[in-house]
């Protein structure tokens, strides 16, 4: 049975940091390039961050760049989110995201609340 079990969210206040963890099961987590979304009320999920199945290469969304970090961890089959500096427009639902070639797995989601 494929999982992808987010943990780590909640409430912090505006510059703070979190991190995100997202923990996968039921496939092979190192074939699959991993992604971290969001989703914010009323608005469209967007991607935040993404991350080759090495490791080697990352890429942010221009709202999170030099705030966020992603990484991977394939031997514990977690992917991670480090987030500085957070902001109240940071405040969403996260969602893991994994792909190859055929599929596709979304995680349940961890909610981000960025508040005073």
């Known amino acids: 049975q494929v999982q992808l079990v987010e943990s780590g969210g909640g409430l912090v206040q505006p510059g703070g940091s979190l991190r995100l963890s997202c923990a996968a099961s039921?496939?092979?987590?190192?074939?699959?390039?991993m992604k971290w979304y969001r989703q914010a009320p009323g608005k469209e999920r967007e991607m935040v961050a993404t991350?080759?199945?090495?490791?080697?290469?990352?890429n942010y969304a221009d709202s999170v760049k030099g705030r966020f970090t992603i990484s991977r961890d394939n031997a514990k089959n977690t992917v991670y989110l480090q987030m500085n500096s957070l902001k109240p427009e940071d405040t969403a639902v996260y969602y893991c995201?994994?792909?190859?070639?055929?599929?596709?797995?979304w995680g349940q989601g961890t909610q981000v609340t960025v508040s005073s």
């Open positions: 991350i080759t199945t090495t490791g080697d290469s990352t």
């Open positions: 995201y994994a792909s190859n070639y055929w599929f596709t797995y």
């Open positions: 039921g496939f092979k987590f190192s074939n699959y390039v």
